[in-house]
């Protein structure tokens, strides 16, 4: 057994709760990514322990799931709607504008995590669309911005990367 961290600790106590044999794994993933924001190499261990599986088990089954992730997120989440209603209105314009505005990939962040773009899927809010999702880990806040064009797009991820919140960005 690793030595008993500080953050082993915490992550022990948050967990405490689900046992082995019980069908706890992904409950315990969630528990971990929605306190963390993502699932550490050091919680995939502890789990491992608490549950008493082998920590690849952990990772194999951590790694099904899209919505885990292995890596901090972002401060700032741009979830870019893959839809057919934003595609057919240019979300690929969309992604595109926000991509090039904050220098990233899809599924990556700035150098300084401030922003980060990511695939979303539909979430039925066809009328919006193009439409994006804005996810604040400080605040635990989720806006829906809508009937982007290409110019409001990089608006948007100017202020963003600039410090804005999603709050402050729509009111102005």
């Known amino acids: 057994m ?9 992550i022990r106590a948050l967990i405490a709760e689900f046992r ?24 995939l261990e502890v789990v491992a322990e608490q549950l008493h599986l082998f920590a690849a088990q952990v990772y194999g089954a951590a790694s099904y799931y899209e919505e885990f992730r292995f890596e901090p997120p972002a401060a700032v989440d741009i979830r ?13 314009g969309i992604r595109d504008a926000l991509l090039a ?15 980060g773009v990511r695939l979303g899927q539909c979430i039925g809010t066809c009328e919006l669309a193009p439409q ?24 948007l991820a100017r202020a963003l990367r600039d410090g804005a919140t999603a709050q402050e960005v729509l009111r102005g």
């Open 2 to 10: 690793p030595l008993e961290t500080e953050s082993r600790a915490q």
């Open 20 to 43: 082995p044999n019980h069908g706890d794994l992904l409950a315990t993933l969630h528990r971990i990514q929605h306190e963390y924001g993502y699932l550490s190499r050091e919680a």
């Open 80 to 92: 870019w709607c893959s839809g057919p209603a934003c595609r057919a209105r240019n979300g690929g």
């Open 101 to 115: 505005t904050l220098a990233v990939q899809m599924n990556g962040q700035t150098e300084d995590g401030r922003v």
């Open 132 to 155: 994006v999702w804005i996810e604040e880990r400080a605040s635990h806040t989720n806006e829906v911005v809508g009937n982007l064009n290409a110019a409001k797009a990089v608006r």
